[in-house]
């Protein structure tokens, strides 16, 4: 009963986090496959991520949200994880 409610967990994150994730997971590929090191790789991060909350405020396409910009970092997280381990 305890797996069944961890692995239904991601459902109640809100489809509007998740695609900031995998936009951080796009972004975040795309980068390391240029091999930069890491600190352009998280002023990048940065900068795309916050970038994408100023646009949507700026044009008032969408509402600002900080949480939106940390998910585009934690989908890049999840990629630059196993990208650190590897031997």
């Not at 991601?10 to 890491?38: C, M, Q, T, W, Y």
């Not at 396409?61 to 989908?75: C, F, I, P, R």
Request: glycine share 6%; aromatic share 12%.
């Amino acid at each position: 009963m305890l797996l069944n409610k961890i692995l239904r967990y991601p459902e109640k994150i809100p489809n509007d986090k998740r695609l900031h994730a995998l936009i951080g997971v796009a972004l975040a590929s795309i980068l390391l496959s240029f091999n930069i090191d890491l600190y352009s790789f998280t002023v990048a991060m940065f900068s795309v991520a916050w970038g994408i909350e100023f646009y949507q405020k700026l044009t008032k396409s969408g509402t600002y949200d900080n949480l939106d910009a940390l998910a585009v970092l934690v989908g890049g997280i999840f990629v630059l994880i196993p990208y650190c381990l590897k031997v």
